[in-house]
């Protein structure tokens, strides 16, 4: 089958089972994610979701997301939303609904919307990811260019060729402060080209000529930090300017006052303020990982998943998008990968503990490739989550790995990323650091193999109870789709124990596990 065909025939199985264009509300995908705003969660048949070849998992959170992987889920999202807007125009006029039907329909929505993690806190840093996460493609494919370019410098290979690799790899990352301005301004509801625009002026050369605070400025002074404060207040100048400038005058008074006051601001407050604190994240970074290396690198690695799990790991876009701006690379990146690392150690320690199990165990089988090329949804969702004590020890084969890796750092090896978004071996291509890149491929390949490693031992020893391997270690098995529904499978129908499973803690029941791995 052609490649456009199974995408199409991907997108049109989803689908009916989502409930149809009717109940589809939003479309929109990440990494390796369908995201989808539903009118009617109960319309949608998770178990037939779980079961098609192309579909990893699903995970439900303020939109409810497909897993399809990295590559898959851009090209199958196109086709979907073709399917969704041919079924609606094929669809008949809507019929009138009463009042009630209406009530009832609003009321099953906000019955939806209401999330378990739905905090200030999170929803605005989900906010900030919606800004950066657009700009991982283009941070791959530069970051990719830059590590070619530089391979071939080091070489001294096609001189005539590197300048215009370079020129490519470094356009993006000079102007990476106004796609910044441009999604913030988007996202925090104002006009998206207003925020470019002011977030414009802090790259334009034109700044050199300015003093702020006793000092010249510089372009590119407070980076995308800059960048992201200044759209926003852009935006606050906007809507003030909306409800109180005449409509006659709109057109002319808002923008001009939205740009000036906002680039007044930036010029003469923000530009310096943001380059303070841009440049205290990247000392801040390199002290830590010079004084403290192993044992940060310990923390980080270990703590990574769980901050996954609660969506606090959005938090840390900003910071390499930053220290990428200011370095070069992130040094932070190939650290929290170390997690990903441990999930796989540890999946690998279930595969063999549990070989009565071939449900489970096919479910390793299929998810273990996507798992080394850095997308652990298949393994958490699918596999440690559900069992419970797994999860927990492949955070400390994370915590390992990234000790290992930190370690290096600490010794004066730097091991970086020039982009965010992949991990596992998918890494490889974007690694740099500061004493070559066989250097560097080393480290991260060992933090790699640490990970395994001690996700493996750990979850081979101490990833299972008495009762739990009693519980599990069965040859009849439901669907792991239900492994990933229930919290765990269910015995068999012989098994020796009394009354039904209890299932694992509600806390950890991937289905309303936050999104971003």
Not at 209 to 229: E, K, R
Not at 395 to 412: K, R, T
Not at 479 to 491: D, E, F, H, R
Request: glycine share 14%.
């Amino acid at each position: 089958m052609a490649t456009e065909d199974k995408n199409r025939a991907t997108a049109a199985a989803i689908l009916p089972l989502v409930g149809g264009a009717a109940n589809v509300t939003s479309i929109a995908h990440c990494m390796t994610r369908l995201r989808l705003g539903l009118h009617d969660r109960s319309l949608v048949d998770d178990e037939a979701l779980k079961a098609l070849p192309a579909v990893m998992g699903v995970v439900e959170d303020d939109t409810y997301q497909i897993v399809l992987g990295p590559g898959t889920v851009a090209r199958v999202t196109p086709e979907f939303e073709q399917l969704v807007e041919e079924e609606r125009e094929a669809a008949p006029a809507p019929v009138a609904v009463s009042a009630d039907e209406l009530a009832a329909q609003g009321a099953a929505i906000k019955a939806q919307q209401k999330a378990k993690n739905a905090t200030p806190f999170k929803l605005f840093l989900r906010k900030i990811a919606n800004i950066f996460v657009p700009l991982i493609p283009a941070l791959i494919g530069c970051g990719i260019i830059a590590g070619l370019n530089g391979l071939l410098v080091n070489l001294q290979w096609l001189p005539a060729v590197t300048p215009a690799l370079a020129a490519m790899a470094s356009g993006f990352m000079a102007l990476i402060a106004v796609f910044v301005g441009y999604n913030t301004a988007k996202e925090f509801g104002g006009t998206p080209i207003l925020g470019g625009a002011v977030a414009a002026i802090i790259v334009f050369p034109g700044v050199a000529n300015i003093d702020a605070f006793g000092q010249t400025l510089s372009p590119g002074q407070g980076g995308v930090l800059g960048a992201l404060g200044a759209a926003v207040l852009a935006v606050y100048v906007e809507k003030w300017c909306r409800r109180w400038v005449p409509e006659a005058l709109d057109v002319l008074v808002t923008p001009t006052l939205t740009v000036l006051i906002s680039g007044l601001v930036t010029i003469f407050g923000l530009m310096y303020v943001a380059g303070e604190i841009s440049s205290a994240i990247g000392t801040f970074a390199d002290w830590l990982l010079s004084n403290g290396g192993a044992g940060a690198g310990f923390v980080l690695g270990g703590l990574f998943l769980p901050l996954v799990m609660l969506g606090l790991h959005q938090a840390l876009i900003p910071i390499h998008t930053t220290l990428i701006e200011q370095q070069g690379y992130t040094v932070l990146l190939p650290i929290l990968a170390m997690a990903g690392a441990g999930q796989v150690g540890a999946a690998m320690a279930v595969y063999f503990r549990l070989p009565r199990n071939e449900s489970i165990r096919r479910t390793i089988r299929s998810a273990l490739p996507a798992g080394l090329l850095g997308v652990g949804e298949p393994l958490i969702y699918g596999v440690s989550l559900p069992l419970g004590r797994p999860f927990i020890t492949a955070c400390v084969g994370g915590a390992f790995g990234g000790g290992f890796v930190g370690l290096f750092n600490q010794l004066g090896d730097t091991v970086g990323s020039t982009a965010i978004g992949p991990s596992g071996w998918a890494l490889f291509p974007l690694l740099d650091g500061n004493h070559g890149l066989g250097s560097t491929i080393a480290i991260y390949g060992g933090g790699l193999l640490v990970g395994y490693v001690a996700g493996f031992l750990a979850t081979y020893f101490f990833g299972f109870g008495k009762d739990l391997l009693t519980e599990f270690n069965v040859s009849q098995e439901p669907t792991p789709s239900t492994v990933a529904a229930t919290g765990g499978p269910q015995p068999a129908p012989n098994a020796d124990r009394p009354g039904g499973p209890d299932g694992t803690d509600p806390g950890t029941d991937p289905a309303k596990a936050p999104a971003g791995v």
